[in-house]
């Protein structure tokens, strides 16, 4: 069961029963499971009402956010590399 919450934007920011938000905009109220994903909220939403120090915190958790996200393209381009050389090679070695 989850607690009435209130539509932002077109998303529901209702948080489950048995959950408390790590974080809230002190905005728009609007929950958070990790104190990084309110402060990129802030700086995407609200950049002109931040703090310095809000600010801060979002260039570093953007930063973050971009590295992590960078590395999964890594890997999903390594991935893709080695499943078609592997698909190559099972199909030079079967058929001939």
């Known amino acids: ?6 539509m932002l934007n077109g998303f529901d920011a209702s948080v489950p029963a048995n959950e408390t938000p790590r974080a809230r905009c002190p905005y728009c109220e609007r929950p958070f499971r990790d104190e990084d994903l309110c402060a990129l909220h802030l700086g995407e939403s609200h950049w ?5 120090a809000e600010r801060e915190a979002y260039e570093e958790a ?5 590295d992590a996200l960078f590395l999964f ?3 999903v381009v390594a991935a893709l590399v080695f499943l078609s050389l592997g698909l190559t090679y099972t199909y030079a070695i079967v058929w001939t």
């Open 62 to 66: 953007y930063d973050a956010e971009s």
């Open 73 to 75: 393209q890594l890997k």
């Open 48 to 52: 002109e009402a931040c703090t310095d």
């Open 1 to 6: 069961m989850t607690r009435p919450g209130t």
